[in-house]
């Protein structure tokens, strides 16, 4: 075992899939001589070189068209978009092409490429830096959405996303990318030395994708949230003495129904927390799913806490941010209700 | 009075109940353009943007260094495969008229692309077309009943009835699977080229778009990506003047060929009269042999007619004089290599009779073997649940639940 941060994971990982398959590519704006603005793909031109470690055009439609077509001759890219919020630019690609290309043919083409972006707020990046589009991805059929909390989780399921054979759509909480976050903007940054997940096998494992985690067992109440949430959620649970169950749900698509049945029948209430805006978000997925798996053991009105419905605001981050204040009164209305 | 503004606005040159005119048309005499060594840089050879390679003269003979020289059974082969294609065409518009399929694209007047530029390049190299290259799916050995099983989305449909008809593919075939979206295979195009040669494979990939579709930004996105690696990929632009009812000006043909849109990304960009089947077998054929040395892509303008209408919900006697498509000043493909055949003496008229009927009653019976998989009304039909196969490689829980529900709730 290493202590990994969630850069040096994925690092990892695309270390490995890149010595292991010679049809692994990485691809993306940075990615190659420089090694990426977060410094995720950082050595690894150096070490596989420049044919498969792949700066490209600023370009997010092209990387991805690209993309699609060395998958569908036989090579396996992993396709860096700098940050999903400039993911836009591909969507037609994404939504239109790789969504849908093993269907229309039939089952004849298929391009098993992953796209990796860093989402999410909490680093003062306004607008253009901060976004949670992956209620966008998760309503189109034939890509799987995933988002990682953790180094550990990070590296394996970066693994089974490279290794899948569908298209999978993995985006990385950028937050938390050097260290477990609560939440609170004024604390010490906390490294990932300090929580168990920093620990990461150096060689290659992998993490299911389709599988979600409890990382916190409780009985009062269930919080279903991903991504930096999950560290919220848990110091949020911590200070207000209520004894909430916190699901990692870690894949979005496709999601893991029987874990959110089983402990929402137990606790009879549940809370849902999501960074992405609220209206038409995930949340709303996962509230329906809930409701019509567990609505005979519901005790209280499910609730959702999600960032705002506004575009993320530079100046007012953390009134902006949903965090543990919030997520505590929303444990408070499921319990009194 | 309508006030007129400053703004440009584009114009075609005539409209319905006006004179055909084709004056803007720089065409080149036949033999008149050099053929530069395939290793020449982009901007020296710029005057290929701006010409037209022509081989087949007005009196039906060949001219210039770009005749390809090919032996009259390899013509007499193409020849019949854009007979066949029209004729496919002819059969497949008709059976939409009765209601058989839903829609339907022709190609007319634009066979030689497609079919040429097929039989210039290998089995190997991967064909990424747009919805009016029929012609390639017909040069490749596709069966005519396969296409036409496709349009019916039949229980013989290579798409399981996942597709509008015409988005045709053959994995063995080495044709991808086309999309209504317009350009997006282009840069995949591209990306297959690049794993081509990242292989060290020699095929190449080749891929098609109209020019209204230059417009779109996976275009730029492919000759960024084509000139940065230096992929070997030939780009092509099937310029037939119309995309639906606006004319190529629309898409800034009015203002350089779409052929000089190579030479900003240092890739060489080649006019070719699109209705003269030798000149784009020749440009076809000079494109590959730089893709398969490593010389790069090509782009590569084919100036022909959309002699039909855009497709079957289509009515172009509403924007465009009817009588354009004979006064076409590059003419007819097919009838111009038909001539030409005739003049070397080796077909005639009454052989071409012949072989159009015979390919009529092709088309005729493989529509009628066709009909018996099924049509949209009758006969076999695909099984529903089917649709939900393939969205992923396994298919998940929730579609699985949902796929019962739609069984258990009696399918409809």
Known sequence: MAQMNMIQALNSAMDIALSRDPSVVIMGEDVGYFGGVFRCTDGLQRKHGDHRVLDTPIAEGGIVGTAIGMGVNGMRPVAEIQFADYIYPAFDQIVSELARLRHRSAGDFFAPITIRSPSGGGIRGGQTHSQSPEGIFTHVCGIKVVMPSNPYDAKGMLLSAIEDDDPVVFFEPKRIYNGPFDGDPDKPARPWT??????VPEGHYTVPLGKAEIVRAGTDATIVTYGTMVHVAVAATEKCGIDAEIIDVRSMAPLDVATLRTSVEKTGRCVIVHEATRFSGYGA??????????????????????GWDTPYPHAFEWEYFPGQKRIINALRTVMEA | MIQKSRLHIPHPPARPGEAPDFSYLKISAPGEVPRPDVNTPAMEMADLAHSMVRVLKDDDKTTGPWNPHLEPEVLQVGLRHMMLTRAFDDRMQR???QGKISFYIKSTGEEAVAVAQCMALRPGDMLFPSYRQQGLQIARGRKLVDLMCQCLSNTRDMCKGRQMPIMYHSRE?????????????YPQAVGWAMAA???????????????????????????????????????NVVNNQWAISTFQAFAGGGREPFAARGLGYGIPGIRVDGNDFLAVYAVTEWAAERARTGAGPTL??????RASAHSTSDDPSRYRPKEDSESWPLGDPIKRLKQYLVQLGVWTEKQHKALELELEKHASDSWKEAVTYGTMSEG?????????????????????????????????
């Open chain 1, 285 to 306: 997925e996962l509230s329906a799913t809930i409701q019509e798996e567990c609505f005979w053991h519901l005790e209280a009105p499910i609730q959702r806490v999600a």
């Open chain 2, 173 to 185: 075939g080495n044709l991808f699977s086309i999309s209504g979206n317009l350009t997006t295979q």
């Open chain 2, 95 to 97: 059976v939409q008229r």
């Open chain 2, 197 to 235: 040669a990242m292989k060290g494979e020699d095929n190449l990939a080749a891929s098609w778009i109209g020019d209204g579709s230059t417009a779109e930004p996976d275009f730029h996105h492919a000759l960024t990506f084509a000139s940065v690696y230096q992929a070997p990929v030939i780009l």
């Open chain 2, 380 to 412: 076999p039909a695909l099984d529903p649940s089917d649709m939900f196969e393939d969205v992923y490689k396994e298919i998940p829980e929730h579609l699985k639940r949902q796929r019962e529900q739609m069984l258990a709730e009696g399918g409809k």
């Open chain 1, 194 to 199: 300090t929580h168990p997940k920093g620990e």
């Open chain 2, 300 to 305: 590569i303008e084919h100036v022909t007619y």
